[in-house]
């Protein structure tokens, strides 16, 4: 079992930045991939970035690529999303995740933290 916690959801102003941070614990050796989702409303959940927990490369849709940072503290066991440049469209729950088997489906899921962009 792992357990997932994100945090830093908040309001921004259209530009503004916010970092969202997710706390693993439990069985955290096990986790394969990171990843950020978000959902917004009347909209389906979608990839937001991941990271591989080993190797560290990373990964961006393309409507966050060049404005949105994803990182790791392996020694904390967290994994942050840096968010800039943000947008209205940016506005939506944000999810993270982890998927313990490569090319799988993600299987552990924090709670999810609202993040509000204003124009």
């Known amino acids: 079992q792992v357990q997932l916690v994100e945090s830093g959801g908040g309001l921004v102003q259209a530009g503004g930045s916010l970092r969202l941070s997710c706390a693993a614990s439990?069985?955290?050796?096990?986790?394969?991939?990171m990843g950020w989702f978000r959902q917004a409303p009347g909209k389906e959940r979608e990839f937001v970035a991941a990271i591989r927990w080993s190797a560290g490369s990373s990964y961006y849709a393309d409507s966050v690529k060049g404005r949105f940072t994803i990182s790791r503290d392996n020694a904390k066991n967290t994994v942050y999303l840096q968010m800039n440049s943000l947008k209205p469209e940016d506005t939506a729950v944000y999810y993270c995740?982890?998927?313990?088997?490569?090319?799988?489906?993600?299987?552990?899921w924090g709670q999810g933290t609202q993040v509000t962009v204003s124009s």
């Open positions: 439990g069985r955290t050796f096990s986790a394969y991939t």
């Open positions: 995740a982890t998927r313990t088997i490569a090319g799988g489906e993600y299987n552990y």
